[in-house]
């Protein structure tokens, strides 16, 4: 694997051969998540196609040239010209294989694929998630002597991790920065002895077993598992979304708000999460329009205050968003006008959707006993409706998400879970 700059794209890239090309930044939680993946795949890949990373802040312009408008972004190239889709985000293990594969002859395919040997290990508990949820209950455990392995499809820390400011978690006078908070506790877990396995995809996962495949070739089976995925993001559904999401399309200020400097953005939402991270926006971006579909803000009456009073944030109530599409470099956005119907296009730079979350249930949605909302079932002790199978954090069913209470429900699972191996 190597880094490559401006100067050398046009030899490295153009004129070489095979090429998978990463565009990443710093303090971007998902490169830094792809980062392992990459160096892995380069080991079992690199004979055959050559793996090289650009540093996108450093490259700006050429990243503008190429059209890539976030971090991490991968692009695959065969004798000089782009084949494939692009990955951006949070970039799956599993669709860098399928680029990789289809890149080269079907028995070079299988002869890579043959150096990769099946593996099996055994722990006292799984932990599949490794937010504040999870690291609390792999430190409880770890603490108590149980054999324990974090499991997640990222690097540690969950949302904690992409939140700019956290004000409200006790024990800190002064706000803390979310990736240093989520950085300690991930620390924390790790040096008392959890074992950690991130950055992983999860090909399977058998509850009533207690067994999981991690990267088609791992297996891991255990006493107990404990789940502790969290939410991720809603989507709008307007048209364009899905195709521009990665792009131009950001649902984590923390990792784009730095793109947009002096540049017009769109925020959908009206809850904590739109209205703050607006706010963390305004350091960059010169001109923010909140788009929000009641004629009042949802969030709390500090945080409203503050934007009210922003100079750069202006605030379009009982509108949603339609449908997106690109223009050149613009962004057009069609909004609805929730009372008189009539639409209008919006122009700008980009958009951030913070228009809340669902529960990270797809692998075992169909095994648990979900509420209504999706949210997975647990009594007192965290136990969820299989046995030895614990749920933990803003995956569950309750009323009140926040670091924590997710970090609440991570002790009460491990001291249950501790008391039974006893
Ligand atoms: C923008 C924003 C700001 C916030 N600000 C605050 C605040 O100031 N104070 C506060 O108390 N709370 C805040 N919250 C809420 C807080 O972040 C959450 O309540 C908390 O992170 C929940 O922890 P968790 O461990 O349950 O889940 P998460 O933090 O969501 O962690 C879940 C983990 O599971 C992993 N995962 C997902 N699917 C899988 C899978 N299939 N297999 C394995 N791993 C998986 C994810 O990668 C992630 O690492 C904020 C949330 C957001 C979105």
Known sequence: ??????????????????????FYSTECPPCDALAPKFDGLAKLYGNDIKFLKIFRQQNRELADKLGVKTSPTLLFFDKGKEVGSRFSG????????????????????????AQIKPSVSDYDVIILGAGPGGLTAGLYLCQAKINTVLVDIALPGGQVSTTHEVSNYPGFIEPQAG????????????????VYKVAVDITRVDLEKKEIIIDEYETIRAKK??????????????????????????????CDAKYFGDKEVVVIGGGN????????????????????????????????????????????????????????DKMITEMED??????????SDGVFIFIGMKPNIELFKDKLELDKWGYIKTNEDM?????????????????????????????IAAIAIAKEMD
Do not use: W
């Open 225 to 254: 598992i404990v789940i502790a995925t969290g939410t991720s993001p809603n989507a709008t559904g307007a048209d364009g979304e899905r195709e521009l999401k990665g792009k131009v399309i950001s649902y984590c200020a923390t």
């Open 383 to 411: 136990c969820t409706s299989i046995p030895g199978v614990y749920a933990v954090g803003d995956v569950i069913s309750k009323k009140y998400r926040q670091i924590t209470t997710a970090v609440a429900d991570g002790t």
């Open 338 to 347: 929730l009372v008189t119907k009539e639409r209008k296009s919006m122009v």
């Open 90 to 113: 949070g970039v799956k293990r599993s669709d860098i294989i399928n680029s990789l594969d289809s890149m080269l002859p079907k028995d070079k395919v299988k002869e890579i694929k």
């Open 179 to 194: 990736y240093m908070l989520s950085h300690n506790m991930s620390e924390q877990t790790k040096m008392c002895g959890t």
């Open 1 to 22: 694997m190597k880094e490559i700059n401006t100067n050398e794209f046009d030899q490295e890239v153009l004129n070489g051969g095979k090429v998978v090309l990463d």
């Open 273 to 328: 999460s739109a209205i703050e991270e607006a706010d963390f926006i305004s350091k960059f971006a010169s001109k923010i329009t909140i788009v929000h579909q009641f004629d009042k803000f949802t969030a709390n009456k500090k945080a409203q205050e503050k934007i009210f009073a922003n100079p750069k944030i202006s605030v379009l109530f009982h509108h949603e968003p339609r449908s997106f599409k690109r223009d050149g």
